[in-house]
C-alpha cells in the first residue's frame, strides 16, 4: 500500500521506550517485508508477540488436481454447488500457478478462530455478503463491491453480518497487490489520470488494545501447510502503529472508468498490479463514441497471458450464457473474443451496463478438479455455433 496511514498515539521517535498507562513497557514490533526493502509498518504492542502456548500442525485443506485438463476456453460456474464452510474450509480454488491462486469462498459458517496466510497476500472481492475484517491495524467494515487487500503475514478475523448468501471471490498472490505503476508518480502519488485517488481507499479503524488473557486459537497457513497456535493473549493487542503495510478496502463503485473514442484495451480498467498479474475490473460506463466504433472487445491473442474473468454482475455483451459468479478462462496460445453475432448486436450501442474482475497472469494457469465439476461443457466450441 503506498499510502502512509497512522493510528494511536506514537512516539516521536522510532526505537526509544514507550510506555503503558501501568507503566509497564509497549513492545515495538516492526512488520516488515521483501526484507528491508518492502513496505513495512511498526505497531506497539502490550504484550510480547512472541508468545506461544502450543503448536499443532492440522491437515491443510486439499484442492483436487486436474492435470490432463486440455488448453481450450473455459467457461465455469464458480458459485454453483458450494461446499459451505467458513473462511478458510469454504475456499474453492479453480486455477493456479505459483504466483496466483484464483476462487471463490462461499462462507455459511464463522470460523473460530484467528487466520494469517504467511504465503500469500489476499485479494477478496465481495461479490454478495457483508462484515468486518478485525485485524492487529483495528476494524475495517466490508460491504458488497468492496476489494479488500489483506496483507501477507496479517493476522485477521472476519465477521459476517449473515451467514447465508455470501459470495467472494478469493486471489491469493506470493507477490503484494500494488496501484499500477502508470497510474503513480515516481514519488508513488496517484496521478490526476488514474480511475481513483487515495481518498477512496479505507484504512482499518483501531480502538481500544485487547489486553485480555485467555484461550485463543490462531489458524498460521504457510508453506501448503496448516498450523494451529495456541495463544494465552489476544492477538490484537496493539496500542498504536503506523507504516505502509495494513490491510484496506477500495469499492469497485468508486472507480471512475476512462473511456475513448474507441476500444480501449484493459490497463485503463487496472485496479491493482503485481509483479506476475494485473487485477482489472469493467464498470457500467458510457460505449466508446466513435460514430464506426466496435464498442466491445476485438478478436486477440494475448499469447503471454492467461485472462481470467468473473462476471458480477450486468449484461455482457461479448459473452453468451454467463450469469453472476460465471468464470471464463482464455489461456494464452488461444485467440479468443465476442461470440458469434455480439459484435453485430453491439453496434451503435451508447452504454455498457456490466460489472466484472478480471485477473491477467504472465504466467500459465493449472485448472483444478473444482473447474470439472462446475463445467460449461459446450463453451470451447460456442464461436462455432451460430
Ligand atoms: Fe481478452
Known amino acids: 500500500m503506498p499510502f502512509y496511514r497512522q493510528q494511536g498515539e506514537l512516539p516521536r521517535k522510532k526505537h526509544t521506550a514507550v510506555r503503558k498507562p501501568d507503566g509497564g513497557l509497549l513492545r515495538e514490533e516492526l512488520f516488515s517485508t521483501q526484507g528491508f526493502a518492502g513496505a513495512y509498518s511498526t505497531r506497539y504492542r502490550l504484550d510480547?508477540?512472541?508468545?506461544?502456548?502450543?503448536?499443532?500442525?492440522?491437515?491443510?485443506?486439499?484442492?483436487?488436481?486436474?492435470?490432463?485438463?486440455?488448453?481450450?476456453?473455459?467457461?465455469?460456474?464458480?458459485?454453483?454447488?458450494?461446499?459451505?464452510?467458513?473462511?478458510?474450509?469454504?475456499?474453492?480454488?479453480?486455477?493456479?500457478?505459483?504466483?496466483?491462486?484464483?476462487?471463490?469462498?462461499?462462507?455459511?459458517?464463522?470460523?473460530?478462530?484467528?487466520?494469517?496466510?504467511?504465503?500469500?497476500?489476499?485479494?477478496?472481492?465481495?461479490?454478495?455478503?457483508?462484515?468486518?475484517?478485525?485485524?492487529?491495524?483495528?476494524?475495517?467494515?466490508?460491504?458488497?463491491?468492496?476489494?479488500?487487500?489483506i496483507p501477507k503475514g496479517?493476522?485477521?478475523?472476519?465477521?459476517?453480518?449473515?451467514?447465508?448468501?455470501?459470495?467472494?471471490?478469493?486471489?491469493?498472490?506470493?507477490?503484494?497487490?500494488?496501484?499500477?505503476?502508470?497510474?503513480?508518480?515516481?514519488?508513488?502519488?496517484?496521478?490526476?489520470?488514474?480511475?481513483?485517488?487515495?481518498?477512496?481507499?479505507r484504512a482499518p479503524e483501531l480502538g481500544e488494545p485487547h489486553g485480555e488473557p485467555g484461550d485463543f486459537r490462531l489458524l498460521l497457513q504457510t508453506r501448503g501447510r496448516l498450523f494451529e497456535y495456541a495463544l494465552d493473549r489476544h492477538p490484537f493487542d496493539v496500542a498504536a502503529w503506523d507504516g505502509y503495510h495494513y490491510?484496506?478496502?477500495?469499492?469497485?463503485?468508486?472507480?471512475?472508468?476512462?473511456?475513448?473514442?474507441?476500444?480501449?484495451?484493459?490497463?485503463?480498467?487496472?485496479?491493482?498490479?503485481?509483479?506476475?498479474?494485473?487485477?482489472?475490473?469493467?464498470?457500467?460506463?458510457l460505449a466508446d463514441f466513435h460514430p464506426e466504433a466496435v464498442p466491445i472487445p476485438y478478436y486477440h491473442s494475448n499469447i503471454d497471458c492467461d485472462e481470467v474473468l468473473y462476471y458480477v454482475r450486468g449484461n455482457f455483451m461479448s459473452r453468451r450464457a454467463v450469469r453472476e459468479g460465471s468464470v471464463t478462462l482464455h489461456p494464452g496460445g488461444v485467440p479468443h473474443g465476442p461470440q458469434p453475432g455480439k459484435i453485430e448486436a453491439a453496434l451503435g450501442l451508447k452504454a455498457l451496463d456490466e460489472w466484472a474482475v478480471m485477473l491477467d497472469t504472465f504466467a500459465p494457469l493449472r485448472l483444478t478438479g473444482h473447474v470439472r465439476k462446475v463445467l460449461d461443457k459446450d463453451y470451447a466450441r460456442s464461436w462455432s455455433k451460430p
Open 247 to 285: 490491510p484496506f478496502a477500495f469499492n469497485i463503485a468508486d472507480f471512475n472508468p476512462v473511456v475513448g473514442k474507441l476500444h480501449l484495451p484493459p490497463p485503463v480498467h487496472a485496479v491493482f498490479h503485481t509483479r506476475a498479474a494485473m487485477v482489472s475490473n469493467f464498470v457500467p460506463r
Open 48 to 149: 510480547l508477540p512472541t508468545r506461544v502456548q502450543k503448536v499443532r500442525e492440522l491437515p491443510p485443506p486439499q484442492t483436487p488436481a486436474w492435470p490432463k485438463a486440455p488448453l481450450q476456453p473455459y467457461h465455469f460456474f464458480s458459485l454453483e454447488k458450494p461446499a459451505g464452510g467458513d473462511f478458510l474450509t469454504a475456499r474453492r480454488i479453480f486455477l493456479e500457478n505459483d504466483d496466483v491462486r484464483f476462487g471463490t469462498i462461499q462462507p455459511n459458517r464463522s470460523l473460530q478462530a484467528f487466520y494469517r496466510n504467511a504465503s500469500a497476500h489476499e485479494l477478496v472481492f465481495i461479490h454478495r455478503g457483508a462484515g468486518v475484517l478485525q485485524s492487529e491495524y483495528g476494524r475495517l467494515q466490508f460491504a458488497e463491491g468492496d476489494y479488500l487487500v
Open 154 to 201: 496479517v493476522t485477521v478475523l472476519v465477521e459476517f453480518a449473515a451467514l447465508v448468501n455470501n459470495a467472494l471471490l478469493l486471489i491469493e498472490s506470493a507477490a503484494p497487490f500494488e496501484i499500477p505503476r502508470h497510474y503513480r508518480s515516481e514519488g508513488g502519488q496517484i496521478l490526476e489520470h488514474a480511475p481513483y485517488c487515495e481518498r477512496v481507499f
